[in-house]
């Protein structure tokens, strides 16, 4: 059975908090990740880039210049690609990007996420420190004792906690998010995930955990 460490409210490892089940113990798979991490990006695409064609410009109705005598090369419009100005040949148009992921493949990533954050031991339970009021240095320093300050880092918890969203939202490496609202990408991206005993529970009780 799987163990990960706790840290307690002054940011010092006291015990170890065993972890089993599916959610923890299943061996990732990394075409499973990397089919999940492919999807999830491109639904995060807006697809709005678009220049302008020639059937989209104005004007060209007119012949810039008569066809023989000038000595220049011969035009039929001030919207050709050839012109400064002129239309963009072959560019980007709107595009819809996103696809449906399928439920089985969005929940087989959670398991393979959460199982390698495990295996690499950058999965910790955390007691979270008095935070009296929203200031950053209550944060900064529960993660200097943690040894996690200079760590890519997200935690996620349960219920409303307005002060640890407030005194986190300045930081550049760490994240807060509620524990029901955590996604495969999110876990990937972090390099250290802290989850409290509460947020833990409401893992299990959403992704499955039998």
């Keep these: 059975m799987p163990e990960v460490k706790f840290i307690s409210q002054d940011g010092t490892t006291t015990r170890t908090v065993s972890v089993s089940g599916p959610l923890?113990?299943?061996?990732?798979?990394?075409?499973?990740?990397?089919?999940?991490?492919?999807?999830?990006?491109?639904?995060?695409?807006?697809?709005?880039?678009?220049?302008?064609?020639?059937?989209r410009m104005k004007g060209g109705g007119k012949k810039p210049f008569r066809q023989k005598g000038t000595g220049r090369a011969r035009a039929g419009s001030n919207t050709s690609p050839l012109w400064t100005g002129g239309a963009v040949v072959f560019g980007p148009t709107p595009k819809i990007h996103a696809s449906r992921l399928p439920k089985a493949l969005k929940r087989s990533a959670m398991l393979a996420a959460f199982s390698l954050k495990v295996k690499e031991e950058n999965l910790q339970v955390v007691e979270l420190p008095a935070i009296p009021e929203p200031k950053t240095k209550h944060i900064v320093g529960y993660l200097k004792k943690a040894g996690l300050y200079d760590k890519r880092t997200?935690?996620?918890?349960?219920?409303?906690?307005?002060?640890?969203?407030?005194?986190?939202?300045n930081l550049k490496n760490?994240?807060?998010?509620?524990?029901?609202?955590?996604?495969?990408?999110?876990?990937?991206?972090?390099?250290?995930?802290?989850?409290?005993?509460?947020?833990?529970?409401?893992?299990?009780?959403l992704f499955g955990n039998g």
């Design 24 to 55: 923890f113990e299943t061996e990732p798979k990394e075409h499973i990740l990397q089919e999940y991490v492919k999807g999830f990006l491109n639904n995060q695409r807006q697809g709005t880039a678009s220049t302008l064609n020639r059937a």
């Design 174 to 205: 760490f994240d807060v998010k509620r524990a029901e609202q955590v996604s495969p990408y999110d876990l990937l991206l972090h390099e250290r995930v802290l989850v409290t005993e509460q947020g833990l529970e409401k893992i299990k009780e």
């Design 154 to 169: 997200i935690l996620l918890h349960e219920g409303d906690n307005e002060n640890l969203v407030m005194a986190s939202r």
